[in-house]
């Protein structure tokens, strides 16, 4: 496999960016292959088959690219769409288990949060996976279904009424339970950080699933020696199911940088 092949990282829409913002600061050698399936976003309130579908053609267009990794940058795709792994034929990894033992190595007190899609907290995947490393620990789970479409919409500011109100509705169960750490399950989510922060209080630990999976991925690369040759000068490319331009102004704010690679809308059915 060619080392300087990009590495495919793909999410339903901007969640993803919370994992490219981290491998750029990583890995800034690395060529950055994004897809963001932003024409059939959300993924979280859909079902096990139609989430795996969809898996499935993103990993094959990123493949279609000529990747040598995949980053499912998707907590909800992660956490019901484990099995795409078995049709991949390049390494694959996704937000789980680096985002659960995180968590598992911070809490202090043992109570951990998870706040994720309503398709990952059904599958208690990330519960599954605190347990299987830290089987006292306790571990409250939480479906935020409003966080995502806010997301993707652009209303993430902490001053802003609509999401002071929908973080205090969706976190007060977990603050009155006692959790030291919050894991944000869904890439999504890191991008309410602020919201989330003021409203749990700055002594909680706050695990942020897209970070943990760039961090992750890099030493997957290392351990595989696929690492780039290159120590500066990756491109970030990006790939949308829906309009490219609506996606460019906010993935710039949301990565907090200029977006000189491509932008460019693809037809993800043909996958
Ligand atoms: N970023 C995705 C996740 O991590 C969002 C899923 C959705 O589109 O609902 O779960």
Redesign the pocket.
């Known amino acids: 496999m060619d080392k300087n092949s990009a590495i495919g990282v793909f ?3 901007f ?2 960016l919370t994992a490219v913002r981290e491998l750029i600061k990583l890995l800034p050698g690395e060529d950055i292959i994004y897809f963001g399936d932003t024409g059939r ?5 859909k079902s096990r088959e139609t989430i795996k579908k969809y898996a499935l053609q993103d990993s094959r267009f990123l493949l279609s690219m000529g990747v040598k990794y995949i980053i499912v940058a ?3 795709a992660s956490a019901v769409a484990a099995d795409t792994k078995q049709f991949v034929p390049v390494p694959m990894t996704g937000v789980v288990e680096p985002t659960a033992a995180a968590a598992a190595k911070a809490t202090k007190n043992g109570k951990i949060g998870v706040i ?2 309503t398709a ?1 907290v059904a599958s208690h995947a990330y519960l599954k996976s605190v347990k299987n490393i830290s089987p006292k620990a306790e571990v409250i789970e939480q479906a935020c279904p409003l966080f ?1 479409p806010m997301v993707e919409e652009g209303c993430v500011d902490h001053g802003d009424i609509v999401v002071k109100t929908m973080t205090e509705r969706y976190l007060s169960g977990l603050k009155r339970a006692g959790v030291d750490t919050v894991i944000l399950g ?3 989510y890191p991008l309410l950080t602020d919201a989330i922060r003021d409203y749990m209080g700055k002594n909680a630990t706050l695990i942020n ?1 897209g970070e943990q999976a760039a961090i992750y991925a890099k030493s997957e690369l290392e351990r595989m020696d696929l690492l780039s040759s290159r120590s500066s000068g990756g491109s970030t490319d990006f790939y949308l199911s829906d309009d490219a331009e609506k996606f460019g102004s906010l993935a710039e704010y949301y990565i907090g940088r200029h977006i000189d690679g491509r932008v460019e809308r693809i037809d993800i059915e043909k996958y």
Not at 41 to 45: D, E, I, K, L
């Open positions: 999410d339903s829409g969640g993803g976003v959300p993924y979280g309130s998707c907590g909800t994720a899609t990952t995502v869904c890439t999504h699933s």
